[in-house]
């Protein structure tokens, strides 16, 4: 089934905001200039971040990458307790809620092609980059890539389920 990928984006808006905003808060910790931020909007690209170009390979790594971390860490933590709730029968309108949140936040944790692109620029292309920094970013820039590819056979979206439901239930089973 085809669904343009704005309906997904606009459904799924807590998880764009989340996206940006991670790439923000990387940018502050590094203390990289930040020019520019669109946390939503119903085009392409849905948000994005304008910034000064990062100190070194790891800062852009980071800056790059970061939605990966923090979305992936708030979509969890978001849904566990509603996962709680559904494995005990007890599942409310909130948990529903907490649900989605957790699911379209985890859903935007792939870095876009946009910031593959950041990274092979600053990295792989870099003059002052050392050769073991762009060896071990190619690998990251084409699984950037693979996971863009992936997102047209809802990758993305199993990924959300797997992390706000799958990740807590399977935690939940182990500790109870």
Not at 27 to 45: D, G, I, L, S, T
Not at 64 to 84: M, Q, R, Y
Not at 148 to 173: E, H, K, N, Q, R
Request: include cysteine; charge should be neutral; aromatic fraction near 14%.
């Amino acid at each position: 089934m085809f669904i343009p990928g704005i309906i997904i984006t606009i459904l799924t808006f807590p998880g764009v905001i989340v996206h940006e905003l991670a790439h923000q808060l990387f940018c502050r910790w590094f203390k990289v200039p930040v020019f520019e931020v669109c946390y939503f909007r119903a085009q392409n690209p849905a948000g994005y971040v304008i910034h000064e170009k990062a100190r070194n390979p790891t800062q852009a790594v980071l800056i790059s990458t970061g939605p990966f971390i923090l979305n992936t860490v708030l979509g969890f933590l978001i849904a566990l307790p509603a996962a709680l709730q559904f494995k005990l029968d007890a599942a409310n309108p909130l948990d529903y809620l907490l649900l989605y949140l957790g699911i379209s936040i985890a859903m935007h944790a792939f870095p876009s092609t946009g910031d593959a692109e950041s990274l092979w620029k600053s990295v792989v292309k870099g003059e002052t980059s050392s050769r073991l920094s762009k060896i071990l970013v190619t690998p990251i820039v084409g699984f950037i890539y693979l996971g863009a590819l992936g997102s047209f056979f809802w990758l993305d979206l199993m990924y959300g389920i797997a992390v706000a439901i799958g990740l807590p239930w399977l935690l939940i089973t182990l500790w109870v």
